[in-house]
């Protein structure tokens, strides 16, 4: 028989269990006597890359920020963007930040103008114009009813009359020399037959004979002619004395004008947009004078309103003065540097901006004082912060800011999900903006490897990636960088300081998140939360510094506000009702671990997993598979055990044995292989026939060379395995734990934990192959192979081997129909 195993080597030291800081090396004993750090720690990488992103101002090198919440993504960001403003405040008056107005288009009224001025002139420009209603108001009735102009259009009234009496005086004398005389009647100018200066009666020119009666009818159509002619330049000379009054009010309304439209020209003279506006705004006023002529309730003021009626503007507003009513559509006059711009909520309308609309009667009117920018406008010339999941939240917006980032320039449009898209009006169609800008977008990884991989735009409008890492090295230089994040956060938020010893304890914290004695986690927003909550445990123990004890505290608490499940889970293992067992030898079952997940905590907890082999269809039959209750990594781990039963024990006779294995009491999903060796260590204790040590726990991944693999959450699992056998009373120098040997350095374990491991009340092992994880478990040395193929007798698997030869050979008979 083979001899015993000796577990002891396979031990891992308590000192091996947790990394521990010690306080004496910190160098301090409060963080009074610290000074916050210069700059970030941890994320050299990222920053270096952020810093290249933020530095090339040529299009696409925008900047796609990856990593974890709490890593200091937008702290990080914010600082140096800050920097980089306060650095070009002092050379602040560059092209790129300007103020832009959207106007009245007078050509096209649906098509408002972009006017682009320098950073405060917009302020100034919508002051000047709109100050200008009043100003024209005054001057053009003072111009309209000033002597000068009541003598000048009187004149022109005599003309006419004069022109006109004329005329008539002509067309009398000609109707006198013809025995007839005109007279006005409402109807027009009638011609009455005279004889001896009396008008002749109907009777009397009934009497005439026929000659006479000719006559008569001649002279009168001479008469008539002349009446006509008279008429007709009578007409003429009103029309031509009408031109003449419209051009002695334009002439008037020319100099009225003409002072205040020069006064803002000239504050404008520079800008050729501005200049064309002021002079189309001009020939709009003297167009359509009579507004200005309007008094308060509507009525004309005294005095006539030279003009003609005012039109309806764009057929939408009723506002005669809208053309001199300015959008200041991107305001700059306050901006101190290149402006930051942080949209929370990236909404199409919120990041393109919006045509707002007013209801009237049933339906929607709008302008171009309606336009609304957006973030991207406000952000023009500077930077811009979006979250890729908010953008993508929201449809339209992320193929939006491809069009944006592709033309260089930003429409206001009609949102595609106005509500009742059956009662707009005509759409405004305002002028694009140019835009330059650098967009930060941050996301997870998840997201970054999606856009790479199927949109092909996507690298050519973010070709920066800043990559946060959620942890960095642990060694000296780091510690220190963490206790002087720690005085900062302390002074940030305005908390007890920490002694020494706390100060150990958070940074211990740090290497426990990130599951690695060999680093420290990045997330210091988890760090933040961890301090304050500690703070407030200092406090309720009326404490002046915060110590150890109460960072313990913090962290304890933390748990055990969210371990709800893991205790009715515990209590249920505890009192059988889910079945393990926690003391003495089974073949075919062992304690497998697990880890659940249940997003703001992780805990473990083991569970039963049974092998049963027998002869039949050779392989590895997996309950979870056949119920699809097994995920894929899963699955690929139980057939991995096929390929390591084959190439240590099928080289001389083919396998012939069925196995079956489960996790019992498994109602919902199963996946990852951490378990592949767990089950495995039972199909050879099966097959073998040696019990297993049901104090031992087992978790690890194995490939099919036999080697032990890593897993994830170790520590849970353990610490889930230790909880259970403390609450059943069962600890003891026969319970522990068995992990693979590459996870040696992820074990930060609970002090309570290490401390059950230095009294020897509980145990850690660590394995790197399958024949050391059988031969602990067991208490029977595995057995190397020796030269003829064969294990030595009594070992694990020189009785797996005899069993597995045993099989074939009556498989081999039973297909003979029993013959040998």
Same mark, same amino acid.
């Given at each position: 028989?083979?001899?015993?195993?000796?577990?002891?080597?396979?031990?891992?030291?308590?000192?091996?269990?947790?990394?521990?800081?010690?306080?004496?090396?910190?160098?301090?004993?409060?963080?009074?006597?610290?000074?916050?750090?210069?700059?970030?720690?941890?994320?050299?990488? $990222?920053?270096?890359?952020?810093?290249?992103?933020?530095?090339?101002?040529?299009?696409?090198?925008?900047?796609?920020?990856?990593?974890?919440?709490?890593?200091?993504?937008?702290?990080?960001?914010?600082?140096?963007?800050?920097?980089?403003?306060?650095?070009?405040?002092? @050379?602040?008056?560059?092209?790129?930040?300007?103020?832009? #107005?959207?106007?009245?288009?007078?050509?096209?009224?649906?098509?408002?103008?972009?006017?682009?001025?320098?950073?405060?002139?917009?302020?100034?420009? %919508?002051?000047?114009?709109?100050?200008?209603?009043?100003?024209?108001?005054?001057?053009?009735?003072?111009?309209?009813?000033?002597?000068?102009?009541?003598?000048?259009?009187?004149?022109?009234?005599?003309?006419?009359?004069?022109?006109?009496?004329?005329?008539?005086?002509?067309?009398?004398?000609?109707?006198?020399?013809?025995?007839?005389?005109?007279?006005?009647?409402?109807?027009?100018?009638?011609?009455?037959?005279?004889?001896?200066?009396?008008?002749?009666?109907?009777?009397?020119?009934?009497?005439?004979?026929?000659?006479?009666?000719?006559?008569?009818?001649?002279?009168?159509?001479?008469?008539?002619?002349? #009446?006509?002619?008279?008429?007709?330049?009578?007409?003429?000379?009103?029309?031509?004395?009408?031109?003449?009054?419209?051009?002695?009010?334009?002439?008037? $309304?020319?100099?009225? %004008?003409?002072?205040?439209?020069?006064?803002?020209?000239?504050?404008?003279?520079?800008?050729?947009?501005?200049?064309?506006? &002021?002079?189309?705004?001009?020939?709009?006023?003297?167009?359509?004078?009579?507004?200005?002529?309007?008094?308060?309730?509507?009525?004309?003021?005294?005095?006539?309103?030279?003009?003609?009626?005012?039109?309806?503007?764009?057929? !939408?507003?009723?506002?005669?003065?809208?053309?001199?009513?300015?959008?200041?559509?991107?305001?700059?006059?306050?901006?101190?540097?290149?402006?930051?711009?942080?949209?929370?909520?990236?909404?199409?309308?919120?990041?393109?901006?919006?045509?707002?609309?007013?209801?009237? /009667?049933?339906?929607?009117?709008?302008?171009?004082?309606?336009?609304?920018?957006?973030?991207?406008?406000?952000?023009?010339g500077g930077y811009l912060m979006v979250r890729a999941r908010d953008v993508f939240r929201h449809p339209g917006v992320w193929e939006g800011l491809k069009r944006v980032l592709r033309g260089g320039v930003v429409r206001t449009e009609d949102q595609a999900d106005f509500p009742m898209p059956a009662l707009l009006p005509q759409g405004l169609r305002p002028e694009p903006i140019p835009v330059d800008l650098k967009v930060i977008m941050t996301g997870d990884s998840q997201i970054y490897h999606l856009l790479s991989a199927y949109d092909e735009e996507y690298w050519e409008m973010f070709k920066v990636r800043a990559d946060f890492d959620f942890q960095m090295a642990n060694n000296a230089d780091s510690v220190a960088s963490y206790s002087s994040l720690i005085c900062e956060m302390v002074s940030t938020h305005g908390i007890r300081h920490f002694d020494g010893h706390a100060v150990a304890a958070v940074i211990e914290h740090g290497a426990r998140v990130v599951d690695d004695q060999k680093k420290l986690s990045t997330r210091f927003g988890q760090m933040?939360? /961890?301090?304050?909550?500690?703070?407030?445990?200092? +406090?309720?123990?009326?404490?002046? &510094?915060? +110590?150890?004890?109460?960072?313990?505290?913090?962290?304890?608490?933390?748990?055990?506000?969210?371990?709800?499940?893991?205790?009715?889970?515990?209590?249920?293992?505890?009192?059988?009702?889910?079945?393990?067992?926690?003391?003495?030898?089974?073949?075919?079952?062992?304690?497998? &671990?697990?880890?659940?997940?249940?997003?703001?905590?992780?805990?473990?907890?083991?569970?039963?997993?049974?092998?049963?082999?027998?002869?039949?269809?050779?392989?590895?039959?997996?309950?979870?598979?056949?119920?699809?209750?097994?995920?894929?990594?899963?699955?690929?781990?139980?057939?991995?055990?096929?390929?390591?039963?084959?190439?240590?024990?099928?080289?001389?006779?083919?396998?012939?044995?069925?196995?079956?294995?489960?996790?019992?009491?498994?109602?919902?999903?199963?996946?990852?292989?951490?378990?592949?060796?767990?089950?495995?260590?039972?199909?050879?204790?099966?097959?073998?026939?040696?019990?297993?040590?049901?104090?031992? $726990?087992?978790?690890?991944?194995?490939?099919?060379?036999?080697?032990?693999?890593?897993?994830?959450?170790?520590?849970?699992?353990?610490?889930?395995?230790? @909880?259970?056998?403390?609450?059943?009373?069962?600890?003891?120098?026969?319970?522990?734990?068995?992990?693979?040997?590459?996870?040696? @350095?992820?074990?930060?374990?609970?002090?309570? #934990?290490?401390?059950?491991?230095?009294?020897?009340?509980?145990?850690?092992?660590?394995?790197?192959?399958?024949?050391?994880?059988?031969?602990?478990?067991?208490?029977?040395?595995?057995?190397?192979? !020796?030269?003829?193929?064969?294990?030595?007798?009594?070992?694990?698997?020189?009785?797996?081997?005899?069993?597995?030869?045993?099989?074939?050979?009556?498989?081999?008979?039973?297909?003979?129909?029993?013959?040998?």
């Amino acid at each position: 028989m083979a001899k015993t195993f000796d577990p002891s080597k396979l031990e891992i030291p308590v000192a091996g269990l947790r990394w521990r800081c010690d306080p004496i090396t910190l160098g301090f004993d409060c963080t009074d006597q610290l000074v916050p750090p210069e700059g970030f720690i941890g994320q050299d990488r $990222a920053i270096e890359a952020l810093e290249f992103g933020l530095g090339i101002n040529s299009p696409g090198f925008n900047i796609f920020v990856t990593g974890f919440t709490g890593t200091g993504r937008t702290s990080v960001i914010k600082s140096h963007l800050e920097r980089i403003v306060k650095e070009r405040a002092e @050379d602040f008056e560059t092209p790129e930040i300007r103020d832009w #107005v959207y106007t009245y288009n007078f050509a096209h009224p649906e098509q408002p103008r972009a006017i682009e001025l320098a950073r405060g002139n917009g302020r100034e420009l %919508v002051r000047q114009v709109g100050s200008l209603i009043d100003i024209l108001k005054r001057d053009l009735q003072a111009a309209f009813k000033s002597d000068r102009y009541k003598e000048d259009a009187s004149a022109v009234a005599e003309g006419l009359n004069e022109r006109r009496q004329e005329v008539f005086r002509e067309a009398e004398q000609i109707a006198s020399a013809n025995n007839f005389t005109l007279q006005a009647t409402s109807s027009g100018i009638s011609i009455i037959a005279v004889k001896d200066g009396k008008p002749l009666d109907p009777a009397e020119i009934s009497a005439l004979d026929e000659e006479a009666r000719l006559d008569l009818e001649a002279r009168r159509k001479v008469v008539a002619e002349a #009446v006509e002619d008279a008429v007709r330049t009578v007409q003429r000379h009103e029309s031509e004395t009408s031109e003449e009054g419209r051009t002695l009010d334009r002439q008037v $309304a020319e100099r009225a %004008v003409a002072g205040p439209f020069n006064g803002v020209r000239a504050r404008f003279e520079g800008n050729d947009e501005v200049v064309a506006f &002021l002079e189309g705004l001009k020939d709009h006023t003297l167009q359509h004078l009579p507004p200005f002529f309007a008094s308060g309730d509507g009525g004309s003021d005294a005095g006539s309103a030279p003009g003609g009626p005012t039109p309806t503007l764009l057929g !939408q507003s009723t506002d005669p003065f809208l053309p001199f009513q300015i959008n200041l559509f991107v305001d700059n006059n306050e901006t101190s540097g290149p402006p930051v711009i942080v949209e929370e909520n990236p909404t199409y309308a919120n990041l393109f901006g919006q045509i707002e609309r007013r209801p009237v /009667l049933g339906t929607y009117q709008t302008d171009h004082m309606m336009l609304r920018a957006g973030s991207i406008l406000m952000a023009n010339g500077g930077y811009l912060m979006v979250r890729a999941r908010d953008v993508f939240r929201h449809p339209g917006v992320w193929e939006g800011l491809k069009r944006v980032l592709r033309g260089g320039v930003v429409r206001t449009e009609d949102q595609a999900d106005f509500p009742m898209p059956a009662l707009l009006p005509q759409g405004l169609r305002p002028e694009p903006i140019p835009v330059d800008l650098k967009v930060i977008m941050t996301g997870d990884s998840q997201i970054y490897h999606l856009l790479s991989a199927y949109d092909e735009e996507y690298w050519e409008m973010f070709k920066v990636r800043a990559d946060f890492d959620f942890q960095m090295a642990n060694n000296a230089d780091s510690v220190a960088s963490y206790s002087s994040l720690i005085c900062e956060m302390v002074s940030t938020h305005g908390i007890r300081h920490f002694d020494g010893h706390a100060v150990a304890a958070v940074i211990e914290h740090g290497a426990r998140v990130v599951d690695d004695q060999k680093k420290l986690s990045t997330r210091f927003g988890q760090m933040r939360d /961890l301090l304050i909550e500690a703070d407030h445990w200092a +406090g309720e123990n009326g404490a002046i &510094l915060i +110590g150890a004890e109460h960072v313990e505290k913090a962290i304890e608490q933390k748990v055990y506000r969210s371990s709800l499940m893991a205790d009715r889970i515990r209590e249920m293992l505890v009192d059988g009702t889910l079945m393990v067992d926690l003391e003495g030898v089974e073949v075919g079952q062992v304690n497998g &671990l697990a880890v659940y997940s249940l997003g703001d905590i992780a805990f473990g907890k083991p569970s039963r997993i049974t092998a049963s082999t027998y002869m039949g269809k050779p392989g590895v039959v997996n309950i979870e598979r056949e119920v699809k209750l097994s995920g894929s990594t899963h699955d690929k781990g139980v057939l991995i055990l096929s390929g390591y039963l084959g190439r240590t024990f099928a080289q001389e006779f083919p396998l012939t044995v069925a196995i079956s294995i489960a996790f019992e009491q498994s109602y919902s999903g199963v996946d990852g292989d951490s378990a592949s060796s767990t089950e495995l260590y039972a199909i050879l204790s099966s097959l073998s026939g040696i019990p297993i040590k049901q104090g031992i $726990a087992v978790t690890g991944s194995v490939n099919q060379m036999g080697e032990v693999q890593p897993i994830g959450g170790a520590n849970e699992k353990i610490e889930g395995f230790y @909880d259970v056998c403390k609450a059943a009373g069962k600890l003891g120098p026969d319970i522990g734990v068995m992990i693979p040997a590459k996870n040696h @350095d992820n074990l930060m374990l609970r002090p309570d #934990v290490v401390k059950a491991a230095a009294d020897g009340q509980f145990r850690v092992y660590s394995v790197n192959t399958i024949d050391e994880g059988i031969s602990l478990l067991t208490g029977v040395p595995a057995g190397e192979k !020796q030269e003829d193929g064969s294990y030595p007798d009594g070992t694990v698997n020189g009785l797996v081997m005899e069993r597995l030869s045993d099989m074939a050979e009556k498989v081999k008979q039973f297909s003979n129909g029993g013959r040998d």
